[in-house]
């Protein structure tokens, strides 16, 4: 019997994740509509914690997973397609954040569910979490989708990107990014440039995090060092995407997470951190790379770029997962490259070459204001508002010169000269918070030459 | 011919052959797409398929007869949902229980027992159709509805996903206030219901009883008919006491389900009962829920109880009660306000609806510098007065939670407000165009902007950026005549404490209006001026040593300023009084008369209780007593400066009442004598005099300003006028092209105030010198007439102060400028297309320009000698030295800077509140040049 069969028994499997501190998770719920049964749960993933916010019975995870699913007999979705429900249930106290998708389960298409419950005192937490949640759990459905195909187990597919979100839900629980920094914390309180950190580092570290629409990681020996230059990145970031932020962890680093803006990380013993190039790559936007104790900054291509890099990736590597000619052939955890057609440029980080204007008269200014009055913090606030009514500014421009994108964009030019962009790094920056405003501006403005060039060079390495 | 190439494009696959499909290729529904835009795909284009124009509100109900079915969108306009099938997307939201709570009769339990339910909130989507929702689940009582309930839905539907989660908490917190309302109103017609139950109920049970007794004696207690009629009773009085026990658990709803609510539209429920009613209208603590009540028992007949009759109509015989039945009409009609106060704020584009939120927050850390060019929000002047009074150096930077706040129409907040007026409520509505004509003034200095019908197509734009576009969306809802509860007065105190203050210095009480002054309260608290303008550092020009005189004279005026000399104070004309013989600068004494007289916002300030729609007009004008007696309080006021009293004060000893009103009364006259063309653009105009400015009327400015600068190759010099603080008069014959041309301009200018006071659009009478301080851009009517020349005369009496812009010669005049700011902000060679898209440049340039300001203002070692042997020339010429070589800028840019710095130098010092000392003069000896097309 393929071990796609729910298991006989009306007892639910369980599997206990242990996890380090408070979790907020309740549980994770796998459900489908079972043609003859209904909605029916088949595995529940609870946190084995040492602080445990709130107990639920199994009996009530049902209750609840099914819930999820009632609605969805009337399901009209294309196939593929993984649609997201989120539930606030107050009368429950719990919030639900489903993933619904088809699937095929002993040779039926099934609607299912993967669930995570969380208490509902946890909302304004995992808000701001919800998209890294939603995506990190929609990519390994699309794996565990080609399991079920193959008739293979989806359960540890899913555990393997469930208990990493636990980890991660976690470890924002005691290591998250404040809403409100307090400026002291942080390099720009320094008397005078340059009195913590390298004037040209600094510059470097804050053009290239904006550059990257505000993905950084900073690595580093020292833990302070770099939760200083975490929470200084983290000035130039909304208060949501700060909550989205995580500090480096004294003790041991966390592992790196895909999907955060800025994460700090501890090196280890050895004095070296090991970047997961998978993660990196499925980071929703380029990361720059910001290394505290030799002071370098390396960042990853521009947004459109990455994107077409990360879809590459991610095609290859399901295309790895259908080929797999047996369970074992292929486990979840390993990392794959089968695909012949396709080789990862491993060298994804490169030098920052876009120098700019903005940050550099930014961090010459703000450093004439006297620390510790306030003024630094009004004229931080001052230069934020100027981004982001440029990038809203950009935006428009491009609105109205391709009538909401009917037609394409030929006047990069002329967009420079009449915004002020003519500094590259200026327009990378502005460029980059656009992107987070409207997303996929990159590709629509830059994609079409970077396409061609790309297919291009494909086409001269098959011969 | 046809080639090959034409045919190739007719092949397909015959069925014959189908193509070979490789099994190990991944089939494209286990993939991802490659390209994230593919086709015609774009990042605009997430819309594309759904199957309505634009976001709209959906409420639905689970009926037990029907199931899940519409029942209203918000807008109600069958276009907004297009081809959307409403009962399918019904059915999908209300197919599930989420609520899952139990009504009816508990095992144990007697009697049913009404469970009150917590709304549940879920975000869901469908694909295939384009559509996502909020949906908000919420169940109302019912007395005829299968375990009292019914089940409701108000969904928020978007075609874009992300806009839903993004702003989910802001979405959440509006729905829960629209459902407590609808709640609140829905326990009170539940309980009103149960009431006249219960009267129907006892009146049956007495025709019972009497009828048992009837049959009793007729037939004796055991016959058929009499244990009937004992059954029957017997159940009438268990029917009895499960009512009551309804009416005392609806009457009796828990407090804590209230506590967490920001929302309260009333105390308790409580039942219309006559006797309470009563009770009620006695009573000075009734609350609005009372007052609503006792409107509505007013409005109708005392109950007739019936008789009920012993079974009761089948289920699907029935008719079940409308939304609108369900809750009390007030509740009603708030809620669906509050709908579409939340249809209008979430209209738009996700980026531009969140970029707002930010700007938001990042304007509340920097209100030193929000005065110059941002628009006026209600709670910056509060919010600073607070830090001013409180003592600290810089306003804290303390990121406040973002908020929804929509454009210049009422705030969610002010609906608390709104919730007392029901007895405004009651009466027929008046609409806001009505309002707006109402309250058209005869010429209104904020009457910058034209209508642009350039910019009909971007209306979507506009309708994402400001939510005050939908005509649905109510106005200020100060309860009109109402007699308030001393309760709900405080509140609205707390609310508008202007409006208050108004009121309480009024002999006209609101209460005591009549009907055709009503609207005087809510006019009176929507002018009330709050604006948190610095003073006017003026920076007038002179030419030549010949009216050094003058200028001495100016400084006496106006010297009270710490940066005076003392020689300056000692010679202070003010205290004689004399100023007016002094031939050189008598137009300045005269003046100062006029500086002393109230602005149209002090007029109505003053008297509340007329409807003053003047803008502020020369003394020459007025009758020469009263400018006696403004003479004696100017003066008085002139040697007092710790009186404090600004231009825009009212000075409660000089100026009463009585006199303001006589004063505006002439006022009136005047200026409707001397300029009879004044309202000939009134219609075009967006505007309403005493409504604060707004970004989407500068938004609209942003076309003519686009114009401008592309038709007037010395714009950059006007520009420069402007932001360098010299007044720039726009004279022309024709008053449309003036108008045009001050609303281009209006963008420009720094300090705009709130209502715009800086800017007089349209003038048709000569302007005096301290007009120039409070007017920085004025549009002047050419005449030729007596007046007309006058006018002429004073423009060459002023004309080295001023910079002059004829429209009808296409002429400037003005000192040069050779700077570099202003020509990225106004290059005629620019390619945007839109006046929105320049306006947001714009903007940008300004912010940058005040973040040069500020770091100006506030860098240390920059103002104060470093050493004591260090004087004053040293410190300028580092200043200078900062401009030029730090900051980069050259003699005019600096100036740009220097004049911003001292406005916010000015704001800082005297705080955003009206007790501003007098503005300062100073001089620059700059020749002006003639610039023509």
Known sequence: ?463 | MIGSPDLVAFTKDDDFGEAYVDPCLLPEEFSVPLFTHVGNSNPWSKTSYAKFSKDFILISEFSEQVGPQPLLTIPDESKVCGTFDLNYFSLRIMSVDYQASFVGHPPGSNYPKLNFVEDSKVVLGDSKEGAFAYVHHLTLYDLEARGFVRPFCMAYISADERKIMQQFQELSSEFSKASECLKAGNRKAFANELVKKLKDLEYTRTVLHKETELQKKNSGCYSTQAIEKANELANVEKSIYEHKDLLRQITSYPNRKRKDCEFLPYDSVKPSDSSEVEQKSTSNESNPEDQSEIISSKRRPSYTPQLIKGKSAKCFDKRLKTLEELCDFYFFHQTMDQLRLIESTFRGDLCYIYTKQIDQALLKKQKITNFLFEEYKDWEEEEALKEFCGGDLIPTDNLPPISIVPDDTETLESHTSCMEGVHSKMEPETSEEGLQEAELTESSPCDLTQENSDEGADAEMKGSLSSAESGEVTGPETPLHVERPPESSASSADLQPQCAEVAGGNTVSASDSSDDNAEVPSAACSVVPECPRASYQSAIYEEGPSVKVCTDVAHKLESPVPTQSKEVKDNGVLKTGTVVQVDAACCMGQERLVYEEPSPELAQEGCADAVVKQEPQSCLQRDSTLQADLTLGATALAEGPSTGLSPFEPNPDSLSDEMSRMYLDDVSDSASFMSTSTNSDRTSSPFLYGNPLTVKQKKRAGQNALRFIRQYPFAQQAIFCLLSGRTLVVLGVDERTVRKLVNALSIFVPNLGKYGETVQPWLSSPFQLTDLQNWKLIGLHRMASPTGSSMLHSLNRYSRYISILDTDQKTLRCPPYRGALIGRMADHRTQIKRGSTYFMHVQCMLTQLCSKAFLYTFCHHLHLPISPSEDQVSVASRRTAFLQQHLGFNEEDSKMVQFLSELIKHYYLQGPSRMVSPPVFCFSYIPSFLYKI
């Open chain 1, 1 to 463: 019997m393929s071990a796609g069969c729910p298991p006989q028994s009306p007892a639910v499997a369980k599997t206990e994740v242990p996890v380090e501190g408070e979790c907020p998770l309740l549980a994770a719920t796998f459900a489908y509509w079972d043609n003859i049964l209904g909605p029916r749960v088949r595995h529940i993933w609870a946190p084995k914690s040492e602080q445990p916010l709130l107990l639920l019975s199994d009996g009530e995870i049902t209750f609840l997973a099914n819930h999820t699913l009632n609605g969805e007999i009337l399901r009209s979705a294309e196939c593929g397609a993984v649609d997201v429900k989120f539930f606030v249930l107050a009368e429950k106290g719990v919030i639900i954040v489903s993933l619904i998708f088809d699937g095929e389960l002993k040779g039926d298409k099934n609607t299912c569910a993967l669930s995570i419950i969380l208490p509902q005192t946890e909302l304004a937490f995992y808000l701001p979490l919800h998209t890294v949640c939603v995506e990190r759990l929609k990519h390994i459905i699309r794996k565990g989708r080609i399991w079920m195909q193959k008739g293979y187990n989806i359960i540890s597919v899913l555990t393997s990107e469930i208990v990493p979100i636990m980890e991660l839900l976690s470890s924002m629980k005691t290591h998250s990014v404040p809403e409100d920094i307090d400026i002291k914390d942080t390099v720009l309180n320094d008397d005078d440039i340059g009195d913590s950190c390298h004037e040209d580092f600094l510059h470097k570290a804050i053009s290239s995090h904006l550059q990257t629409c505000g993905c950084s990681m900073v690595v580093g020996s020292n833990p302070d060092k770099v939760n200083k230059i975490v929470r200084t990145l983290c000035l130039f970031l909304t208060p949501a995407e700060r909550k989205c932020s995580r500090l480096c962890r004294a003790e041991s680093s966390f592992r790196y997470d895909t999907g955060l803006f800025v994460q700090g990380l501890l090196k280890d013993s050895t004095g070296s951190f090991v970047l997961p190039f998978r993660q990196v790559l499925y980071s929703p936007y380029p990361t720059t790379h910001i290394d505290v104790d030799v002071n370098t900054v390396k960042q990853m291509a521009p947004c459109h770029e990455h994107t077409y890099n990360q879809r590459r990736y991610m095609r290859s590597e399901l295309s790895a997962l259908w080929k797999a000619a047996s369970e074992e052939d292929v486990g979840p955890d390993t990392v794959i490259h089968t695909d012949e057609n396709f080789t990862p440029d491993l060298n994804v980080f490169q030098d920052v070459m876009h120098k700019d204007t903005l940050v550099k008269s930014f961090l010459d200014e703000v450093f004439l204001l006297r620390p510790g009055l306030g003024l630094r913090s009004t004229f931080l606030a001052q230069f934020l508002l100027l981004l982001h009514r440029r990038a809203l500014t950009l935006l428009k421009y491009i609105e109205d010169e391709t009538q909401k994108g009917k037609k394409p964009f030929r006047s990069l030019r002329s967009l420079k000269t009449d915004l002020d962009l003519t500094v590259e790094g200026d327009l990378n920056i502005v460029m980059a918070l656009a992107e987070k405003l409207k997303a996929g501006l990159h590709s629509f403005v830059f994609g079409k030459p970077f396409y061609t060039s790309v297919q291009e060079r494909d086409v001269l390495m098959s011969f």
